[in-house]
């Protein structure tokens, strides 16, 4: 069974702050690492996406993956209230399975 | 970049009766789209998987004679919610990738499905 990760939180963060989101994947074969955004009563929307191990910068998010430790992160400086919302990992495993999420982390920055 | 468009964004229907989701890919063939539940305060769930051109492929524990998938194209999926019963009252949400390399999926705005 191929599982992906999340703290649940929720986790939260004073505004201006840096909030960590963590995810771990049991798949060692798995190749691509997506992070959704998702508020409440809406769908999912795709924030970043990484393939290679280290960081991929876009903005305010950096996405870390770390195939060897099987882990991948999410980094959101300057955290706005805005950013309050639910942050799904999802992984593609090996053979290019069909996507698999987490159960998301909810992030509450304070303002 | 990839756009997925879900139609009706709300519906309310009454107990018994039957509901068509639509869902489609605006700028690429989707030759598989994914449909997900999700109930309040709770993780997405994969439903079934739409093939275009066969049949669908369900999840575990998701009756395919009530949850009627068509993928008559490659640009359109339908979720029909036959016979619907209060307990189908969810957000079920579609979804597709465009068929290249480890593309990320792409989601439907969504349909928030209220049965009386």
């Known amino acids: 069974q191929k599982e992906v990760e999340q703290n649940s939180g929720p986790l939260s963060v004073p505004e201006g702050a840096i909030a960590s989101l963590n995810c771990t994947y049991s798949?060692?074969?798995?190749?691509?690492f997506f992070w959704y955004r998702q508020y409440s009563g809406k769908s999912p929307e795709l924030i970043m996406f990484?393939?290679?191990?280290g960081d991929k910068e876009d903005g305010r998010f950096t996405a870390q993956l770390n195939k060897a430790s099987q882990y991948v992160s999410l980094l959101i400086r300057d955290s706005q209230p805005s950013d309050s919302a639910t942050y799904l990992c999802?992984?593609?495993?090996?053979?290019?399975?069909?996507?698999?999420f987490g159960k998301g982390t909810r992030l509450s920055v304070i303002a | 970049g990839a756009v997925v468009s879900q139609h009706p964004s709300w519906v309310i229907c009454k107990s018994g009766t039957s509901v068509k989701i639509e869902c489609r890919s605006l700028d690429f063939q989707a030759t598989t789209m994914f449909w997900y539940r999700q109930f309040p305060k709770q993780s997405l769930m994969l439903m079934a998987t739409s093939n275009e051109g066969s049949k669908a492929t369900y999840e575990q524990g998701v009756e395919k004679d009530k949850f009627l998938i068509n993928h008559a194209s490659l640009t359109l999926s339908t979720l029909t919610v036959t016979s619907a019963h209060p307990e189908d009252s969810s957000f079920y949400i579609c979804?597709?990738?465009?068929?290249?390399?480890?593309?990320?999926?792409?989601f439907g705005n969504g349909t928030r499905l209220t049965v009386t």
């Open positions: 798949d060692r074969g798995s190749q691509s």
């Open positions: 999802a992984v593609i495993g090996s053979g290019n399975t069909p996507l698999v």
């Open positions: 990484i393939y290679s191990n």
């Open positions: 979804s597709a990738r465009v068929p290249r390399g480890y593309s990320p999926l792409h």
